[in-house]
């Protein structure tokens, strides 16, 4: 198989077109981690693979919904209960991958830039704003009537070190911090008017014990560092709704410390509207149970819920306790990397059981929760491919490598189906 593996990895979100549908005929040996063939190309070449007299590890179509994606729309299903969003990058907005963007615009009514609207992606360079990607991502979801949300101002990744220093490279004094902040907001403001419907403020700024995470704001802005950053985008953002987004919302410690936040924000009059909870699952946890308490205890706090970047990794924890820190990175192994050809059987169900059973618990609080967006279009196109360990095949998400239907997608299309 390690021919068509090659070939599978290479298809991966790029191939397009006639290019593609050759493509598509030449993996058609491969397993899940590729293998987008019409039925007929994969059964010929299934009878004349060696695996097949012995019986395959894995099936290719086991993933998969035996359903056309072209039937169903997830925004249209879900249309009653929230938006459905997707993470998309330049390859799907721009011209590199045709056949996703037609999928995410049949498939999805909200978009979050996976990279583009964070600050070293709008300006590197100090008052150097370059909106080139943005104006494409914008046009993109303009084009097709989709909700934008923008990701994000406040973060400890992906902000260049200068917002930091000072100019002979200490660190910047609180006033100059603010200051930065203020500006990076005000130049945005200017450039985007109120077309970003929802902006995640401040990112990841809670320890998984509820503590506030050492970060380059805290330390140099001090502790009321959210207070102030909320406060500078409600001046500067006025008609955008304003996030507070981390994961692992489901421990106890840092749901409460969210619902405090949230708490002191209004005793304290600054305006927050709602709490982005991250999502990046497990096939067993967080547990059901704990996902429905902290949608909740974000409801009863009185801002809208938005599950922000849902995936669900079905390899093997790299760390205890894997959360979504950036900042954790483990070595390649075949141990860490069980399925690089493709997603045996009973893993595929126990996938499809799990988003099910998480959309139902969406379902059911449909009143508070806004959207659920999916961090990346498809196997194919997901960070967890890449994170914590890098080069990993996952099979994260509701559409496979080759942007087909997955057998996850039908029991979540159904799961809208039973609910009342
Ligand atoms: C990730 C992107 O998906 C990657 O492409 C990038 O290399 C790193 O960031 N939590 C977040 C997102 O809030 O911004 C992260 O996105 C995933 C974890």
């Known amino acids: 198989m390690q021919h068509g593996r090659v070939i599978c990895d290479v298809t991966n979100g790029i191939a397009s077109g006639v290019l593609r549908a050759l493509f598509l ?24 693979s060696p695996e097949s007299s012995a019986g395959p590890r894995c099936n290719a179509q086991a993933g998969l919904a035996s359903l056309d994606a072209s039937k169903a729309s997830l925004a249209q299903t879900y249309a009653k209960r929230f938006k459905m969003g997707v993470a998309i990058n330049g390859r799907v907005y721009g011209d590199g991958d045709p056949a996703a963007a037609a999928l995410v615009a049949a498939q999805f009514n909200r978009v979050t830039a996976e990279n583009e609207l964070k600050w070293q992606s709008l300006e590197r360079q100090p008052g150097v704003l370059d ?66 419907r929802y902006w995640d403020v401040v990112n990841e700024a809670f320890n998984d014990d509820g503590s506030l995470r050492d970060t380059p704001w805290r330390t140099i802005i001090g502790d009321d560092y959210l207070d102030q950053a909320f406060l500078l985008a409600g001046k500067h953002f006025p008609d955008a709704k304003l996030v507070y987004n981390d994961y692992a919302m489901e421990k106890p410690a840092k749901r409460d410390a969210a619902v405090r936040l949230v708490q002191g924000f209004k005793e304290r009059g600054v305006r927050i509207d709602a709490i982005g909870t991250q999502a990046h699952f497990q096939l067993t946890t967080p547990t059901l149970e704990a996902i429905e308490a902290s949608l909740a205890a974000f409801a009863g706090a009185g801002v809208e819920v938005l599950v922000s970047e849902l995936d669900v990794d079905v390899l093997p924890a790299a760390y205890k306790n894997q959360g979504a820190d950036l900042s954790v990175n483990a070595e390649l192994s075949a141990q860490l990397n069980p399925y690089p050809d493709c997603l045996p059987n009973d893993v595929a169900e126990q996938a499809a059981q799990r988003w099910a059973d998480i959309f139902e618990v969406f379902s059911q609080h449909s009143e508070h929760v806004h959207s ?49």
């Not at 100059?176 to 970003?196: C, I, K, T, W, Y």
Request: charged share 15%.
């Open 372 to 420: 659920v967006t999916l961090w990346g279009v498809s196997d194919g196109y997901s960070w967890l491919n890449n994170w914590p360990v890098r080069g990993r095949t996952n099979y994260a998400q509701l559409f496979d490598r080759q942007l087909r239907a997955k057998r996850s997608w039908q029991r979540v299309i159904e799961v809208a189906g039973q609910a009342p």
């Open 25 to 48: 005929i030449a993996i058609a040996g491969c397993t899940g981690a590729g293998g987008a063939a019409p039925a007929s190309a994969v059964s010929q070449a299934r009878s004349s």
């Open 131 to 196: 909106f080139n990607q943005a104006d494409a991502f914008l046009a993109y979801a303009e084009q097709h009537g989709m909700e934008v949300h923008g990701h994000t101002f406040v973060w400890h990744h992906q902000v260049p070190a200068w917002v930091f220093q000072n100019d002979s490279g200490g660190p910047a004094t609180r006033q100059q911090l603010l200051a930065r902040l203020e500006q990076h907001m005000s130049a945005l403001a200017e450039h985007f008017g109120s077309r970003v």
